[in-house]
């Protein structure tokens, strides 16, 4: 089975050490002796507590910072540096989300920057594409998201291409619990691959990941994930509670989704 991904983007939520230190006592717990092998599980926090997440995460899930910024150091306060999420051991960045499209004015062009600066040291981005609720009414929704792909792959070679996810979040399904439909996203999956394979050629385009994002929860994901073929999702509100994000993980790979399980160790 195709290795499948589950992003928890924590976003500016757990607002103090010790709910951070809840949060890990608890996501440890669930995940203790239940055996989830095709699903790589990030969890992103907010960069303050990244350190203290990188000490205690269960060894089974990785890091992820929310941001970085393009510069290697220097006079830009409040940015976050490459070299800081390699020192934390961050593996993943996630990188163009809507809300930083939205309050920080990030453009297309700067995405690919961060994309290129992260690959570069080694880190994976988590590159977010999506459409505007006015854009899919215009039936511009495709272009809108071709468009984000070429410029944030721009400049990166086809070995480095491969070490991106891509995750495909509709910004008006992102915290508004409105669903979008399988084929709609199965659609938007089509393009971004036409979109890479026109860049790299359809093998590489096929070894890119393309996530799911918008609203997810563990009743949704056959419709959101598995039935659009996508290769994950990326959760922002369930994820703060440990037991959803470890019964997508089990669910989306493939050991089921009820809660009544007993762990596979003591099956
Ligand atoms: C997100 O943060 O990218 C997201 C999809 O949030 P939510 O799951 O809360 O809609």
């Known amino acids: 089975m195709k290795k499948r991904y589950l992003v928890g983007n924590l976003k500016m939520n757990l607002n103090s050490v010790s709910e951070t230190e809840h949060y890990l006592v608890a996501l440890k717990k669930e995940l203790f002796g239940k055996r989830i092998e095709n699903v790589e599980i990030v969890v992103a926090p907010s960069s303050i507590y990244l350190e203290r997440f990188s000490r205690e995460l269960p060894e089974n899930v990785s890091l992820g910072a929310q ?35 939205l309050y920080a004015h990030e453009t297309d062009g700067e995405v690919g920057w961060k994309v290129r600066a992260a690959l570069h040291e080694n ?61 709609d996203i199965f ?55 440990p037991h959803e994000l470890v019964r997508m993980a089990r669910h989306i790979g493939g050991y089921g989704s009820t809660d009544s399980e007993v762990s596979d160790n003591n099956s």
């Not at 999506?130 to 086809?158: H, K, L, M, N, Y």
């Not at 659009?228 to 703060?240: H, I, K, N, Q």
């Open 67 to 101: 941001d970085v910024f393009w510069e290697k150091e220097g006079s830009y306060t409040s940015q976050i540096s490459t070299s800081m999420l390699n020192d934390v051991h961050a593996g993943f960045v996630v990188i163009g989300h809507s809300e930083r499209r």
């Open 187 to 241: 659609e938007m999956r089509i393009v971004i691959h036409r979109a890479l394979a026109e860049a790299y050629g359809p093998s590489v385009a096929d070894r890119i990941p393309v996530l799911y994002g918008g609203s997810v929860k563990e009743s949704l994901l056959d419709r959101l994930c598995l039935e659009p073929r996508m290769d994950g999702v990326l959760v922002g509100r369930e994820s703060l509670y």
């Open 123 to 183: 880190i994976r981005p988590i590159l977010c594409v999506g459409e505007t609720a006015e854009d899919r009414e215009r039936g511009v929704a495709a272009d809108i998201v071709s468009g984000q792909i070429v410029e944030a792959f721009r400049d990166v070679s086809p070995m480095m291409a491969e070490r991106v996810v891509v995750a495909y979040e509709p910004r008006w399904a992102i915290g508004s619990d409105v669903i979008p439909e399988s084929e």
